[in-house]
Nanobody, 120 residues
Framework: QVQLVESGGGLVQPGGSLRLSCAAS????????MSWYRQTPGKQRELVAA???????NYADSVKGRFTISRDNAKHTVYLQMNSLKSEDTAVYYC??????????????WGQGTQVTVSS
């Protein structure tokens, strides 16, 4: 069974930084795209950033230039470095990964979410 476990959320002042981590564990053959989404009450979950197994990245316009996504394939871990945080970045952040646990079958998994609150 595969699990995604996020860490690194918390309370930070506007202009501050946080680094989120998400580690995948279990029987894993390979991981394709790893992503971060976020969600606020009453709104749809939105893509924040994604990184492929070839290290191609994609960012939401609202975070470009402030957030950086990276991954460590040996550790099955994806990171989100968040700088110059704004109050509008406040949300629950979810990790998402497409993982091969059985030969040639890819399955999407979600983490449990970690709260990020940007407030003075």
């Amino acid at each position: 069974q595969v699990q995604l476990v996020e860490s690194g959320g918390g309370l930070v002042q506007p202009g501050g930084s946080l680094r989120l981590s998400c580690a995948a564990s279990g029987r894993i053959f390979s991981i394709r795209t790893m992503s971060w989404y976020r969600q606020t009450p009453g709104k749809q979950r939105e893509l924040v950033a994604a990184i492929t197994d070839g290290d191609s990245t994609n960012y939401a316009d609202s975070v470009k230039g402030r957030f950086t996504i990276s991954r460590d394939n040996a550790k099955h871990t994806v990171y989100l470095q968040m700088n110059s945080l704004k109050s509008e970045d406040t949300a629950v952040y979810y990790c998402h990964a497409v993982i091969m646990v059985v030969a040639n079958i890819w399955t999407a998994y979600w983490g449990q979410g970690t709260q990020v609150t940007v407030s003075s």
